[in-house]
């Protein structure tokens, strides 16, 4: 199943459900299975139909079982669940919440704006974050490319997440 994680930091509420509904309508248009998480936004996520909602893993965030709360009780069933972890233990605490996906990186870097902002963890750091993720899906984040996509796969990730390398 592919996600395709709304991202965008500069629109106002209303601008980003309406784009959200209309990225849900080429989905549905497609006939796919591809779902749609807002970022970080339930609120815009609820009121467009989106599939859910992508979190960090910060603990003053609302968490994964608050967010399918919300969907419930809006009648739009049950909310897929993504949060970016950046440590091992941001995964082992993540994996107890139930959520449907993690991101986990930077594996190799993370770039801001062409600039190298943070080094990444490395593949033995993915590999643990698989293991410690069980049956929850691990997504490699971070400076991951068409070179180095497949060992990310070796290493146990259920699959890649990237701005760059879709670009």
């Given at each position: 199943?592919?996600?395709?994680?709304?991202?965008?930091?500069?629109?106002?509420?209303?601008?980003?459900?309406?784009?959200?509904?209309?990225?849900?309508?080429?989905?549905?248009?497609?006939?796919?299975?591809?779902k749609l998480l807002v970022?970080?936004?339930?609120?815009?996520?609820?009121?467009?139909?989106?599939?859910?909602?992508?979190?960090?893993?910060?603990?003053?965030?609302?968490?994964?079982?608050?967010?399918?709360?919300?969907?419930?009780?809006?009648?739009?069933?049950?909310?897929?669940?993504?949060?970016?972890?950046?440590?091992?233990?941001?995964?082992?605490?993540?994996?107890?919440?139930?959520?449907?996906?993690?991101?986990?990186?930077?594996?190799?870097?993370?770039r801001v704006g062409g600039?190298?902002?943070?080094?990444?963890?490395?593949?033995?750091?993915?590999?643990?974050?698989?293991?410690?993720?069980?049956?929850?899906?691990?997504?490699?984040?971070?400076?991951?490319?068409?070179?180095?996509?497949?060992?990310?796969?070796?290493?146990?990730?259920?699959?890649?997440?990237?701005?760059?390398?879709?670009?």
């Amino acid at each position: 199943m592919d996600f395709v994680q709304l991202r965008e930091k500069t629109l106002d509420p209303g601008e980003l459900v309406n784009l959200a509904r209309a990225m849900m309508a080429v989905f549905r248009e497609q006939g796919g299975t591809t779902k749609l998480l807002v970022n970080g936004r339930p609120d815009v996520a609820i009121a467009a139909g989106a599939d859910g909602v992508h979190l960090t893993s910060s603990s003053s965030e609302l968490a994964a079982a608050q967010v399918r709360t919300l969907f419930t009780e809006a009648g739009l069933g049950e909310a897929v669940g993504g949060v970016s972890c950046h440590t091992l233990s941001d995964v082992e605490r993540i994996r107890e919440a139930g959520v449907d996906l993690i991101l986990f990186g930077p594996v190799f870097e993370k770039r801001v704006g062409g600039t190298v902002v943070s080094e990444g963890v490395g593949l033995e750091a993915l590999r643990e974050a698989c293991e410690i993720a069980g049956v929850t899906s691990v997504l490699a984040l971070g400076g991951v490319d068409e070179e180095n996509a497949s060992i990310c796969l070796e290493a146990g990730a259920a699959g890649i997440a990237g701005i760059r390398c879709f670009q």
